[in-house]
């Protein structure tokens, strides 16, 4: 039997400063109860080395 897959999307409130609200760390009772999410920065130098 197939287990059946849920596919979340994550949101974000409108006129959410995501920027200033991604870069917060989680607080220690965050972490213990598992309410924190990682967050992954993905940055794209455009500089041309030549």
Not at 20 to 40: C, I, N, P, R, S
Not at 42 to 47: I, Q, R, T, V, W
């Amino acid at each position: 039997m197939k287990k059946r897959q849920t596919k979340e999307e994550a949101t974000i409130a409108v006129g959410m400063d995501t920027e200033e609200e991604l870069q917060k760390e989680a607080t220690m009772d965050e972490v213990e109860q598992g309410d924190y999410t990682q967050v992954t920065t993905l940055s794209f130098d455009e500089n041309d080395p030549s």
